[in-house]
């Protein structure tokens, strides 16, 4: 099976050499970003502060120097938009997949955009740091999914060929660069299809 988007095909073809995993977090594991905002009537400018490139690479402090220049119309704390994110909400069947895939043998990973305080939330949070290994997180590793070499960087660190590796992600954007370091990807949309979508990729559980 492929998708055309643009002009970048993906190939998702059924593959029974897979050995790891990763999710993305936000949007697959927890609500995402702009679900998490939704309610807000700032929505749109937080979704630009949370995209900010620098804000994703950034170390302490970044947040709070972007409120307090760039995004002082907010007038919001870094505490305020660290609980905003900060969601204790879960997908609950998807993280059954990722334990059942783990306990199955298969290596379970995360990488994931976030900013430097929400990074040290998640790594705290629902026995991440134990279930996802390795666990890359932007702010962590200087680079988003909007850089290739996040990819390499993942496929290096599990010694793997890039056909035997998966990313899941619901920003259809984001998986691009994957796509070109030679990934399997699925774009996820619902946790009910997502076992579909694995097993078409020759996973089994």
């Not at 969601?87 to 997949?97: A, G, L």
């Not at 430097?116 to 390795?134: H, I, K, M």
Request: aromatic residues 10%; charged residues 25%; negative net charge.
């Amino acid at each position: 099976m492929s998708l055309v988007l643009g002009d970048l095909k993906w190939r998702c073809w059924k593959n029974e050499m897979i050995t790891n995993i990763f999710f993305d977090y936000g949007g697959v594991l927890v609500p995402s970003a702009t679900t998490s905002i939704s309610e807000n009537p700032n929505r749109d400018r937080i979704k630009q502060l949370f995209y900010e490139p620098e804000l994703l690479i950034g170390d302490e402090g970044t947040l709070q120097r972007l409120l307090s220049d760039g995004y002082r119309d907010l007038n919001m704390t870094p505490e305020q938009v660290i609980s905003i994110f900060d969601t204790r909400e879960r997908y609950w069947m998807t993280w059954n997949i990722a334990h059942r895939l783990r306990h199955g043998g298969l290596g379970v990973g995360m990488i994931s955009d976030c900013f430097y305080e929400l990074a040290q939330s998640t790594r705290n949070s629902y026995g991440v740091a134990s279930l996802f290994d390795p666990l890359i997180l932007s702010p962590e590793v200087k680079l988003t999914k909007r850089n290739k070499r996040i990819f390499e960087h993942a496929r290096n660190l599990v010694k793997a060929n890039s056909d035997q590796l998966v990313m899941i992600d619901d920003n259809i954007n984001c998986l691009d660069n994957a796509v070109l370091d030679g990934w399997n990807v699925i774009h996820f949309r619902d946790q009910l299809l997502l076992e579909t979508q694995l097993k078409n990729l020759g996973v089994s559980f």
